[in-house]
Structures are given as structure tokens and as C-alpha cells.
């Protein structure tokens, strides 16, 4: 009897482990289409050429690791840590174009719409999902 509480004891203790990397990958996956869906609006309402085609391919990338995060099991450090890449690629995309010499001549500001609004997103997405890496590569092969 004790080796089954034992036993069981750990299957627990495991899942209590497993806990908050779910609610991790629920929030990562609730940034990452936050993410798509301010690129995505931006586009509706009016960004165009280069830069409207990259926030489409953004915000694509956004659905397709958000639902791959909540989903995947086997395969969880690579999606935690594309998402992480392309949160972060985001961020310092935005956070360069915001300098006075800009990202590949385009410059962006603060008072651009949802500027500051995809600065929070963006970093604190960058924190969840560093974390949820971490976890996950803690948690691999178990």
C-alpha cells in the first residue's frame, strides 16, 4: 500500500508540476492572438504594401502557434520556443522601427495606433513564453 501512495503521490506531483505550464501556455497562446489580432487590424484599416503583407504573415503565425501551443504535447519546447522568437522578433521589429533611423527605412511612433498597446502585448508575451520554454525544456521526457 504505501509503494501505490507512493505511487500515486508522484503521478500527482507531477501534475501539480504540469499545472502552471497550462495556464503559461493558455496566457502565451491568449498574447500570441492578442499579437495577431493588433497586426491583423492594422491591416484592415489601412497598413498596406510590405509592411501590411508582413503583419498578415504576423498575424498568421500568431493563430497558427497559438492553437499549436494549447495543443501540442510531444512537440512543446519547439512551439514554446517559436513562439517565443517570433514575440520577441515582433518586439524588437517595433521597438527598432521606433528609433530615429528606423527598421529598413520605415519608422514608426508612439502615437501610431496600437503602438503602445503592442509594446505591453509584446513584452510581456516575451516573458510568458521565455518562461513557458524554460518549463517545457525542464519538463521534456517526462
Known sequence: MPAERRAGGAASA????RRPLLVLRVVGALLLL????????????????????????????SLVLAVAL??????????????????????LALLIALTPTGLFGLRSSLDYTLA????VVESIGVVVLAT???????MRGR
Open 132 to 138: 513557458t520554454t524554460v518549463l517545457a525544456f525542464r
Open 70 to 91: 494549447v495543443v501540442t504535447r510531444e512537440k512543446l519546447l519547439l512551439v514554446s520556443a517559436l513562439s517565443l522568437l517570433l514575440v520577441l522578433g515582433t518586439l
Open 34 to 61: 492578442g499579437m495577431g489580432e493588433i497586426h491583423l487590424f492594422l491591416v484592415l484599416t489601412g497598413t498596406g504594401g510590405l509592411l501590411g503583407a508582413s503583419f498578415v504573415v504576423n498575424a498568421v503565425a
Open 14 to 17: 507531477g501534475a501539480g508540476r
Open 116 to 119: 503602445p498597446t503592442s509594446v
